[in-house]
């Protein structure tokens, strides 16, 4: 079976290799300059976009954030149903990264999403009606999400679910497509083996790769949020699996081996759920390295044979080729700079792990790649007809460093217990500056430091050799939040767009812009393109969002023009993309209350702490991020700021409840920390207001929220 889309594209990644390569040529680099818009359709909403789209026989089917759904037909955008999931949104407190969504499953008379809660439902294709649906979620008492689309595999439908920064235990689980039945469930990760037999017999094995001082109650991570793809030609389901929870191993699995299944590639009998091999491609991560990024499948020569694999760029830097049949790998290159590993061996199958630069239970580590990984979920595109693999590849590096001692951590239930504390590499110079001499020393004496003072980040588009994992092109992009999703066609052009809201068509031997357009939209998502009655069509997804998403950056359209969730969808001799206007410019702080009487230095401070830990993963406080800055709120939410924070009145608006977590005294504490920061912060602003300056600061330092 040739890889690439012809006039449908069937799922996500748009064919049964998932290549997000179309075979579609009627757009080509001698008439692409005359593309332009053929229809847009308003979401209504302004959260994150991460879809790629479904076409199948003239109707778009897509999901956007939550994972609600929407069919159109793709010639005109006309709406034919939406949907959105009825569910509890006091599942924002444990999505570690908005509320994103990567598209729906289509599969006979049904199409299925993945809804944040975990919720699998199964949708009449015609109308848009619930047939059914099913509870993903194992264990309510955990922190788990979900934000993967569907993978369907024959009459199955697979999901995963999102949690490692929280204190979640991965699997995935085969439902019945025909009623939603479950068919079988995978565990990733082992449990606490004095609670009984495992649920599966693969765990047995992995079980000796964890140390007995494990720390199973915390959850272990190892979730399969992302790539989930099915192989036709062996009939399984190749699953990758996420990071350890929490991050550092001292404190997971002190003393412990690879702790298999994290980091992993396990593929899995459809029919029956066993695996038929895994592939461990981060062993013993301690630094969020998933494997849970997009896979390719297709077959490549090597060694002159044709040999069926897979395409895959994981966060952990390497790009590797690994076998359909036995989960050998062909080829582990390195991207990008890499530390938490020197290289691969090819004998011994795995990499060469250099714990002594990476190993931050001991002290601060400059490790790269950081925590965003040098890849994620931003899809790549593989054109068979060149062997090149077009991604968007992230060079960049963190500090790690505990936070506190790695004995008797506590678990906290539903929150996060990632455990590591993290700067990134573009921040850390001007942050290193701030740190305490010692500490400050300790980091700039590792040998990665000069890495960070040459290049603290390399934000690029390319074009790579999968076997050798060299750089055929490459395209700088805006800065290390701009992160693109990829298309690509066999008649020579690759589309993606970029957080400023452009959208590009390049020569893919060259990377020579040959059409681009501005949108006024922040894109992330990638296109993907279809044809009816003859006429080719380019759809791409608008919308900030994702990991990190509190932090929005200066040069995207989302900063100037806010964040407009749109579906574009471009032709030949189409029209202009209509603007959205410049947003106002920031004001200064509204007055804040007085300081509450019994405020005093250590409340302020204890609340200073206990707002880092709990709030900011929503609340950034930063200039024109999606959810409001606390530190400019106005009479009336002071006032109710009990009620809205352990009362929960505004859980239907989307901020959760936090009765069980923060006492009366810990809120009065956040909420004096806040009081007390709002009026130095509106005498600043008043000042620059009077100057005739801006205000848009940013805190120096962008707090991970991986
Ligand atoms: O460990 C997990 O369970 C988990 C889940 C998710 C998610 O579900 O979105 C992300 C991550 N990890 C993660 O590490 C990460 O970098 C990330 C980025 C994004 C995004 O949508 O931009 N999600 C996630
Ligand atoms: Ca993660």
């Known amino acids: 079976m040739p890889l690439g889309a012809g006039e449908n594209w069937d799922n996500p990644g748009g064919d049964w290799g998932e290549s997000h390569f179309s075979r579609l040529e009627t757009i080509n680099p001698g008439n692409v300059s005359r593309m332009g818009l053929a229809w847009e359709y308003d979401l209504g909403t302004s959260r994150v976009q991460e879809a790629t789209p479904v076409v199948i026989?003239?109707?778009?089917?897509?999901?956007?954030?939550?994972?609600?759904?929407?069919?159109?037909?793709?010639?005109?955008?006309?709406?034919?149903?939406?949907?959105?999931?009825?569910?509890?949104?006091?599942?924002?407190?444990?999505?570690?990264?908005?509320?994103?969504?990567?598209?729906?499953?289509?599969?006979?008379?049904?199409?299925?999403?993945?809804?944040?809660?975990?919720?699998?439902?199964?949708?009449?294709?015609?109308?848009?009606?619930?047939?059914?649906?099913?509870?993903?979620?194992?264990?309510?008492?955990?922190?788990?999400?979900?934000?993967?689309?569907?993978?369907?595999?024959?009459?199955?439908?697979?999901?995963?679910?999102?949690?490692?920064?929280?204190?979640?235990?991965?699997?995935?689980?085969?439902?019945?497509?025909?009623?939603?039945?479950?068919?079988?469930?995978?565990?990733?990760?082992?449990?606490?083996?004095?609670?009984?037999?495992?649920?599966?017999?693969?765990?047995?094995?992995?079980?000796?790769?964890?140390?007995?001082?494990?720390?199973?109650?915390?959850?272990?991570?190892?979730?399969?949020?992302?790539?989930?793809?099915?192989?036709?030609?062996?009939?399984?389901?190749?699953?990758?699996?996420g990071n350890g929870g929490p991050y550092p191993q001292a404190v997971r699995s002190p003393g412990g081996g690879d702790n298999l299944y994290l980091n992993s590639l396990v593929a899995l009998d459809r029919e029956t759920g066993r695996m038929n091999w895994h592939f461990q491609e981060t062993p013993q991560d301690n630094w969020d390295l998933t494997a849970t990024q997009p896979m390719i499948l297709t077959s490549l020569d090597i060694d002159g044979e044709q040999r069926p694999v897979i395409l895959h760029t994981p966060k952990n830097g390497f790009f590797f080729v690994v076998d359909r049949e036995n989960g050998y790998a062909h080829a582990a290159n390195p991207i990008v700079r890499t530390n938490w590993a020197d290289g691969f061996d090819m004998e011994a199958q795995r990499p060469n792990i250099t714990m002594e630069d990476a190993d931050y239970s001991n002290g601060p580590k400059i490790v790269f790649p950081g925590s965003p990984g040098a890849r994620n979920w931003y899809p790549a595109a593989y054109d068979p007809t060149r062997d090149t693999y077009f991604a968007h590849v992230l060079d960049m590096g963190n500090l790690l460093f505990l936070p506190g001692p790695v004995d008797n951590v506590e678990r906290k239930e539903k929150a996060l217990n990632a455990g590591a504390a993290i700067i990134f590499t573009p921040d850390l110079e001007a942050a290193a500056a701030t740190l305490p001499p010692p500490l400050r020393a300790a980091v700039q004496a590792q040998a990665a430091w000069e890495w960070v003072k040459q290049k603290p980040f390399e934000s690029q588009l390319r074009a790579i050799d999968p076997m050798t994992g060299e750089t055929k092109w490459a395209v700088e992009q805006l800065g290390w939040q701009d992160r693109n999703g990829v298309l690509a066609t066999q008649s020579g052009l690759v589309f993606h767009g970029n957080v400023a809201g452009t959208v590009f068509a390049r020569d893919a031997d060259t990377g020579e812009a040959l059409w681009s357009i501005e949108t006024g939209s922040t894109i992330m998502a990638a296109p993907m393109t279809y044809m009816v009655d003859g006429v080719q069509y380019v759809a791409v997804q608008t919308g900030w969002g994702g990991g990190g998403w509190g932090f929005v950056p200066r040069y995207s359209a989302a900063y100037s023009k806010g964040n407009a969730n749109r579906i574009l969808v471009f032709r030949l001799d189409g029209g202009q993309v209509a603007i959205p206007e410049d947003l106002p410019p920031l004001q200064p702080a509204p007055e804040p209350p007085e300081q509450f009487a019994d405020a005093t230095p250590e409340m302020?401070?204890?609340?200073?702490?206990?707002?880092?830990?709990?709030?900011?993963?929503?609340?950034?406080?930063?200039?024109?991020?999606?959810?409001?800055?606390?530190?400019?709120?106005?009479?009336?939410?002071?006032?109710?700021?009990?009620?809205?924070?352990?009362?929960?009145?505004?859980?239907?608006?989307?901020?959760?409840?936090?009765?069980?977590?923060?006492?009366?005294?810990?809120?009065?504490?956040?909420?004096?920390?806040?009081?007390?920061?709002?009026?130095?912060?509106?005498?600043?602003?008043?000042?620059?207001?009077?100057?005739?300056?801006?205000?848009d600061t940013q805190s120096l330092t962008i707090l991970s929220n991986y």
């Open 604 to 695: 302020i401070a204890r609340g200073a702490a206990m707002f880092t830990e709990n709030c900011t993963m929503c609340h950034s406080n930063q200039p024109r991020a999606g959810l409001p800055d606390l530190r400019r709120m106005n009479r009336g939410i002071h006032g109710g700021f009990q009620q809205i924070v352990r009362g929960g009145l505004f859980v239907s608006r989307g901020m959760p409840q936090f009765e069980d977590l923060l006492s009366e005294e810990d809120v009065h504490a956040i909420h004096a920390w806040l009081i007390s920061v709002q009026g130095p912060l509106r005498e600043r602003e008043l000042e620059l207001q009077e100057k005739g300056l801006p205000l």
């Open 57 to 241: 026989d003239g109707v778009m089917y897509t999901s956007g954030n939550l994972g609600r759904v929407y069919a159109l037909n793709a010639a005109t955008g006309e709406e034919l149903w939406t949907f959105t999931p009825e569910l509890d949104m006091q599942v924002n407190r444990f999505a570690c990264c908005d509320q994103a969504n990567r598209g729906v499953a289509v599969s006979g008379d049904k199409v299925m999403v993945a809804a944040l809660d975990g919720r699998l439902w199964a949708l009449d294709r015609a109308t848009g009606e619930p047939v059914w649906s099913v509870d993903t979620v194992v264990d309510h008492t955990r922190g788990y999400t979900s934000t993967g689309a569907p993978e369907v595999a024959g009459d199955l439908v697979v999901i995963g679910n999102g949690g490692s920064e929280y204190d979640a235990r991965g699997y995935v689980t085969a439902y019945n497509i025909a009623d939603g039945s479950q068919a079988w469930r995978f565990f990733t990760i082992p449990h606490d083996p004095a609670e009984g037999p495992q649920e599966n017999p693969e765990l047995v094995p992995a079980l000796e790769t964890w140390s007995e001082e494990t720390r199973w109650d915390i959850g272990g991570g190892g979730t399969a949020w992302d790539a989930i793809v099915y192989d036709p030609k062996f009939d399984q389901v190749i699953v990758g699996t």
